[in-house]
């Protein structure tokens, strides 16, 4: 092997051998949640090698299957959460991404009256903890009659999605050259023609990306949903989770079950996804 | 098929005046270059033709319609970008029918309309291609076909030879010309080379710091520079210009330069010029000839060899001077070149005006 070669080869190998131990060392903690998830009770001892004891799905069937009666009716909860938790996190996308698509075109491509100042109100948002707001709004949802319920949980998810979608489409926007919409308007179109047929669907990845990230925050938000809910029916996932380690009982084995199953629909999610999340669609248009 | 008038247009943007009482009439079916050095206000002229910038002053007609405030999709004109802007997210065959697609033509027409022009342009293997597959030369093309399939009453250039190659530049450019001739409608384009200028236009709009400066035929405009600007912004290598004052000499005026020397000027430029009157002396360095009892003395520094020209650059007195010559055979450096002048321009020190 010639020395060039060997320089490479152990190049390679370093490079190889640090990737798996920062592989490992992100999945270890996930790993021994599966093992715990699969093992018998009571849970085992902690070990270095994440494998599970006396193997078993008994917590996953605990988990999906919890139901609960209501009257005469047995309802089945963990359908019922996770319908919650999918339709929570679908609409805060939906209306998240909605108002700040607008939003974002306006900052992006007009000159206003107090489009520096807004700007600087939208980055204070961002600057406050999620557990401030928490109380406040539960008094206004309190107010609005709106404690445990979906909407109630949508609205505060898409007021906290929508600054940072908002930061994020500007930038996507002010990244499609103007001349795009100028040719589209010389065409025929209008501008909101011109937005419509030219800049969204150039957008169409950094959109993506927005609407995936605002589902998954609402899809794991915890303290605000634990906060305003507290009827089970209307618990999401992270509720439905954190009740399985009460005060005075642990079902760590349920939990590591119900986490694993939680997480499906959002890895689910992002393999869909993947093609979206490659940009460089825009690239070409334009003489670069 | 319009003719397109401008009067007093004016554009600001804040307190920067861009545009200043831009009065232009363009023929129907005219060829017309707007050109000037960067930051003129032409491409800012041109988009507010084309609807895309409000003019702040004046107004713009289309064949006698006033279309100062119509959006630019109700003035039937298209415009190849100097970026090209082609839509990256369609194929060139939809690039090419999108206008057509907003106006609701027939699917029949849309496609028949885009093979001739595909064909016209020899972009035809291309139609399915996206735009980032396609070369320079051909998003170039593409650009100019989405812009002619449309059959609009006016085309808009903005510089969009600027992004090719010399070699490619050249054969486009000359396309350019050919397929202006064959349409038949109104082109408006937009550049700062003077070359493209001076080939493509009919009518050629010299224009400075948001004001026309001349406008007029190329040849015109080349020969009789109506400023010092003008003058010294077309042709290359740039105008020389001397400082000196107005002198008798015979019977005929010239123009003395100091330590005896003086440049005859013809008889018609006489009538404005009396003697001493400060002027300056612009002389293209292709309007000057060699010979040994020529007024001028050229104390060579450098030349340039073109090929089919050479440039000697050196001073005239303390003054800088460029003469242009055919053929390949140079002077040395050092010597002394006596020259004459054949087409000398004489213009007012003060405001830059020709005088004639």
Same mark, same amino acid.
């Given at each position: ?128 903890? #999620?557990?401030?707001? !928490? &109380? @406040?709004?539960? =008094?206004?949802?309190? $107010?609005?009659?709106?404690?445990? /319920? *979906?909407? +109630? ?17 500007? #930038?996507?926007?002010? !990244? &499609? @050259?103007?001349? =795009?919409?100028?040719? $589209?308007?010389?065409?025929?179109? /209008? *501008?909101? +023609? ?30 605000? $949903? ?63 | ?356």
């Amino acid at each position: 092997m010639n020395p060039m070669r060997r320089r490479r080869a152990i190049e390679s190998a370093l490079v190889h051998v640090a990737l798996v131990i920062g592989v490992a060392f992100a999945l270890y903690p996930v790993a021994w949640v599966a093992a715990l998830a699969f093992s018998g009770t009571p849970a085992p001892e902690p070990q270095v090698m994440p494998w599970p004891q006396q193997p078993t799905t008994a917590h996953f069937e605990e988990v999906v299957g919890a139901t609960a009666t209501i009257g005469d009716d047995s309802v089945w909860l963990f359908g019922r959460q996770l319908a919650n938790s999918l339709v929570v996190a679908l609409a805060t996308a939906t209306v998240g991404v909605l108002i700040a698509i607008p939003a974002a075109y306006a900052l992006a491509r007009f000159d206003f009256l107090g489009k520096r100042s807004g700007v600087g109100v939208l980055l204070a948002t961002q600057m406050f903890p #999620a557990v401030a707001s !928490a &109380i @406040p709004l539960y =008094l206004v949802l309190e $107010a609005l009659g709106l404690l445990n /319920t *979906r909407t +109630g949980l949508v609205l505060c998810y898409a007021s906290t999605a929508v600054p940072f979608a908002i930061f994020q489409l500007r #930038a996507a926007f002010e !990244a &499609i @050259p103007v001349d =795009l919409e100028e040719a $589209a308007m010389v065409d025929g179109a /209008t *501008r909101v +023609g011109a937005f419509v047929r030219v800049v969204l669907p150039i957008a169409r990845p950094a959109i993506a990306v927005t609407a995936l990230f605002a589902f998954m925050s609402a899809y794991n938000e915890f303290i605000l $949903a634990a906060t305003l809910l507290d009827d089970s029916r209307m618990f999401t996932l992270p509720v439905m989770l954190q009740h399985y380690v009460g005060e005075y009982d642990a079902k760590w084995e349920a939990f590591a079950a119900g986490a694993l199953v939680v997480s499906l629909p959002v890895m689910a999610l992002f393999y869909v996804a993947q093609r979206h999340l490659v940009a460089g669609l825009a690239s070409g248009g334009v003489k670069g | 098929m319009v003719d397109v008038r401008l009067r007093a247009v004016g554009k600001r943007f804040g307190d920067t005046v861009v545009l200043d009482g831009v009065d232009a009439h363009f023929d129907d079916g005219a060829f017309v270059v707007l050109v000037g050095s960067s930051g003129c206000g032409k491409s800012t002229l041109l988009r507010c033709i084309a609807g895309l910038e409000e003019v702040t002053a004046g107004t713009i007609e289309f064949g006698g319609h006033d279309v100062t405030h119509a959006a630019p999709r109700d003035r039937d004109v298209a415009m190849v970008f100097q970026s090209y802007a082609l839509y990256p997210h369609m194929t060139v065959r939809d690039n090419l029918a999108f206008g057509l697609a907003l106006r609701k033509t027939p699917r029949e027409v849309v496609d028949a309309r885009v093979q001739e022009v595909a064909r016209m342009l020899s972009i035809e293997h291309l139609l399915d291609r996206h735009p980032r597959a396609l070369s320079g030369g051909q998003r170039q093309r593409v650009a100019m076909g989405r812009a002619i399939v449309r059959r609009p009453a006016v085309f808009m250039f903005d510089e969009p030879l600027s992004n090719l190659d010399p070699g490619l530049r050249n054969q486009v450019r000359v396309e350019i010309r050919r397929l202006h001739d064959e349409l038949g409608a109104t082109s408006i384009y937009v550049t700062h080379d003077q070359v493209e200028a001076m080939t493509l236009a009919d009518r050629l709009v010299v224009l400075d710091r948001g004001r026309v400066q001349q406008i007029g035929a190329p040849l015109e405009v080349y020969r009789r520079p109506a400023n010092r600007f003008v003058a010294g912004f077309l042709g290359s290598p740039a105008m020389n210009f001397l400082r000196g004052h107005i002198a008798r000499d015979g019977d005929a005026l010239a123009v003395a330069l100091g330590e005896g020397v003086q440049v005859p000027l013809a008889g018609a430029q006489v009538a404005a010029l009396a003697p001493g009157r400060e002027v300056e002396l612009g002389i293209r360095p292709q309007d000057v000839v060699r010979d040994d009892d020529g007024p001028l003395a050229l104390q060579v520094e450098l030349v340039e060899t073109l090929g089919s020209h050479v440039h000697v650059h050196g001073r005239i007195g303390a003054a800088s001077f460029v003469a242009a010559f055919e053929g390949h055979q140079g002077p040395a450096r050092g010597e002394v070149l006596r020259l004459r002048v054949t087409l000398p321009h004489v213009f007012d020190p003060a405001s830059g005006v020709a005088l004639r």
